[in-house]
């Protein structure tokens, strides 16, 4: 391992790389696969013709290590499930007639079998399937595919690094299985678990892997003191073994604080750390154990999440301190690049000056390349590179796009009060009452309306030009109309115009705001075969004109009823796009802010008296660390007051949050300050309900009563016992009658007969209330 060449003394490599294709040919042979139209054959060959494309690619750039393990046809912590063979019971059959559609059934369920959960792997927009396990899961080791794709890279005389989801991370992760009690913690079955990580070591060893990668990104997370153990005991047990690669276990997306003199401490070779970011502080934490003696670090100092080009210089600093930290310094992107798009020059859109901004995967390997060879050779070895970097970011802090003085000087006269609706709940309630004189507990929808093929139809006709404007804007007018009407003849109290202009919630705004860049190739996995393109928040954000009064107009134009105005809220505007990482977040959310503020406000003006701005992504975004919760929290809800604040007393502000986990965020709900808000609830039964209720909350609450995850139809008697769950919680006069989130996914049949039984539903509950007669 050792060798003697100076220029391998610091070594470049990364964990993962996009699975995708250039052209999506992973998504393509894959959904195909599921249609039938590709065979399975077909399928492997794909596969593996990309992660051959992939190896060659990085080994041409120049890294030293290219990682093995990371292609995944749906998803790497499933992959890893198959690994451990913790296959769910209801799956163990199809997984035995054939592995690979047992694969996918456990991915996306099958007609009699659900699939495994998806949630969000850490604080990125990558979904996993969280792994069920119990006290009878028997794991065994199944090491095929690790040792295939290492075998694979090194066939083609490369030097191979397989990546494995750690052992402590893995059962982190996971959740009990459903028929077992929901307090079992998975971290007990880890004796059980290490055998078969032994195992898969030794396989690895045998196929001539010479390091092995471990990642536990769990671990840089706050963890107990039985968790820390936990892992000092794994990586205690897994370095004593003796018929094994040397081990380098990997952290990333924030620092590892109490971990890191775990595993300082722990008899393996290698430790892989983040250092961008919050993850930054791993630079002090390393120096107060003392650095790695004798251990290979793994530097991540390239941000693997965002698409900005790194400062070089910065970075070289950076490691130079390290390198008093250990024995060996090699660089790296802070975590696998699957969370950025492929590669930034595709993008021919985007002016010259403002890509050279941008380093997406094939970027930031370069940039990998050249701290390694600067490292290794001097700076002089890469002055061409460093020079047209200090260009690059020089032409960026000087550039008009990022520095737009009436955007700043807007954000810097902002005060307290200009966050704070100008009276207390109390008079502006009695306001609204006064002027909406809705009944009690009125009924509402979360803001989208079925998105028909032919609405998507039309919007891919206006792009490719074979529709002008006005006869793709008359389409969206007559959906319009059609959303009203139903509403109407439903019954609905509050009525929505559909959202059927908007292609996504962000994308929309994104497209209307300057500031944002959207990309034409940024796909990046959200999950299985679905891909997203995040649009780019490169510059400072300002509005240049209305972006929906034209819409919620023409629908409030055709009914006597309210119709709510509909936006997407800063925090969510920031959270499913990348991001600046020129100035802090707070500041870019400040100015998206302003410019919801001035669409808030002009909507008033047109006579909107219901406003809505939808944050569902306000929970997603907390940062993993508790320390940096507060923080973020009071910038977040200053971003969503600001954009709402600046309303008369009788403008009624919703907002809107799915997902089902709020209890740590209660008071950052309560701090938004919304009239009301609406939350998913029917599948946990109203909790989140009782929740609110016991920490106090003062306003008007719309817990959902109607599943919209499914084409299931919910019985009126069904949702009659959801709102009287409600009611238990919430007094009559504060309950809203809504669905759990928008109906953009659903199909006009289910649509039609749910809302009609949530208005019987709302009817008949409210029939039985003794203020009923109190409200017109
Ligand atoms: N208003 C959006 C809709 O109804 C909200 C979507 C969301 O919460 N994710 O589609
Ligand atoms: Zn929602």
């Known amino acids: 391992m050792t060798t003697t060449s100076a220029s391998a003394a610091h070594r470049a490599t990364v964990y993962g790389y996009p699975r995708q294709g250039p052209n999506r040919e992973l998504k393509k042979a894959v959904e195909g696969y599921w249609r039938g139209r590709v065979d399975a054959a077909t399928l492997r060959e794909t596969a593996a013709g990309l992660r051959r494309e992939v190896w060659r690619q990085l080994a041409d750039a120049g890294l030293h290590e290219v990682p093995t393990g990371d292609f995944s046809y749906y998803d790497h912590v499933l992959d890893t499930s198959v690994m451990v063979g913790a296959v769910p019971d209801r799956h163990r059959a199809a997984v035995a007639a054939d592995a690979l559609d047992g694969y ?74 459903p028929d077992v009690a929901a307090d079992f913690a998975p971290l007990t079955l880890l004796d059980r678990l290490l055998p078969v990580y032994a195992e898969v070591l030794a396989d690895l060893r045998a196929a001539g892997a010479r390091w092995v990668q471990l990642d536990e990104p769990a671990l840089v997370q706050d963890r107990t003191p039985a968790e820390l153990n936990a892992a000092a005991r794994a990586y205690r047990d897994l370095g004593a073994l003796t018929d094994r690669p040397r081990l380098l276990v990997a952290s990333y997306f924030d620092r590892l604080g109490e971990a890191l003199p775990v595993l300082a ?86 002016d010259p000056q403002v890509a050279r901004w941008l380093a997406f995967a094939r970027q930031k390997v370069d940039e990998v390349v050249t701290l390694a060879r600067a490292l290794a050779h001097g700076t002089e070895a890469v002055a061409p590179q460093l020079a047209a970097n200090r260009a690059g970011l020089a032409s960026r802090a000087g550039s008009a796009l ?47 309306f079925p998105q028909t093929s032919e609405l998507r139809a039309a919007r891919a006709d206006l792009r490719a030009g074979r529709v002008d404007a006005a006869a793709y804007e008359a389409r969206v ?61 490169a510059g400072d954000v300002a509005r240049p004109g209305p972006m929906t009064v034209r819409w ?83 910038w977040a809800t200053e971003a ?47 909790r989140v309900a009782d ?31 959801l709102l009287r769950a409600g009611l238990v919680a919430v007094p009559a006069d504060r309950l809203w009658v809504n669905p759990d989130c928008g109906l953009k996914t659903r199909g006009w049949p289910e649509t039609r007969r749910s809302l009609e039984h949530l208005v019987a539903a709302a009817r008949e509950v409210r029939a039985e209330l003794p203020g009923a007669a109190a409200r017109p």
């Open 104 to 177: 996918f059934a456990m991915a996306r369920g099958t007609q009699d079998s659900a699939p495994l959960e998806m949630t969000k792997w850490f604080d990125t927009n990558y979904h996993y399937l969280v792994p069920e396990l119990g006290p009878d899961t028997v794991f065994a080791a199944d090491s095929t595919k690790q040792v295939a794709e290492a075998s694979e890279a090194m066939a083609l005389g490369l030097a191979a690094r397989p990546v494995l989801l750690g052992p402590v991370s893995y059962l982190l992760l996971a959740k009990p299985a």
């Open 640 to 686: 969503f007051r600001l954009a709402t604040s600046g309303v008369r007393p009788k403008t009624q502000v919703h907002t809107h949050m799915c997902y089902a986990e709020f209890g740590d965020i209660l008071s950052a709900i309560d701090a938004l300050d919304a009239d009301v808000i609406s939350l998913e609830a029917a599948r946990s039964h109203m």
């Open 552 to 634: 919620t107009r023409y629908a409030q134009a055709r009914t006597e009823r309210p119709v709510k105005g509909m936006l997407t809220g800063p925090v969510t505007m920031l959270a499913w796009s990348f991001v600046r990482d020129d100035q802090p977040l707070a500041e870019t959310a400040r100015q998206v802010a302003l410019a919801l503020r001035d669409e808030v406000g002009d909507l008033e003006a047109a006579g909107t008296s219901v406003i809505q701005v939808d944050e569902p992504a306000l929970r997603e975004t907390l940062p993993l660390r508790a320390a940096d919760r507060a923080a973020y929290l009071a």
């Open 402 to 448: 990022t520095r737009d003085p009436a955007v700043r000087a807007r954000t810097a006269a902002v005060t307290d009060a200009d966050a704070r609706r100008g009276q207390p709940y109390a008079e502006r309630a009695a306001a609204q009452r006064a002027h909406l004189r809705l009944p009690l507990l009125p009924t509402t929808t979360i803001g989208s």
């Open 265 to 350: 401490a722990a008899p393996v070779e290698g430790l892989a750390l983040d250092f961008t970011g919050p993850a930054a502080a791993n630079l002090a934490g390393l120096a107060a154990v003392g650095g790695l003696l004798g251990k290979r670090l793994v530097a991540g100092v390239v941000d693997g999440r965002n698409v900005w080009i790194n400062d070089l210089e910065k970075s070289l600093a950076t490691l130079g301190t390290l390198l008093g930290l250990a024995d060996r310094v090699d660089v790296a992107a802070s975590c696998s690049l699957l969370h950025v798009p492929l590669d930034a020059t595709a993008e021919r859109d985007i």
């Open 477 to 537: 007018e007559a959906e319009i109309r059609a959303v009203i009407d139903f509403q109407e003849r439903a019954g609905l109290d509050v009525l929505v115009h559909g959202e059927p202009e908007r292609n996504d919630m962000v994308q929309y705004f994104a497209e209307q705001l300057s500031g944002y860049l959207a990309t034409q190739h940024g796909w990046v996995q959200s999950y299985g075969t679905r891909y997203v393109r995040p649009p780019v928040l």
């Open 691 to 721: 929740e609110l209720a016991a920490a106090g909350y003062p306003r008007e609450v719309g817990p959902g009563v109607y599943d919209i995850h499914s084409p299931r139809v919910p019985e009126v008697a069904e949702v009659v016992g």
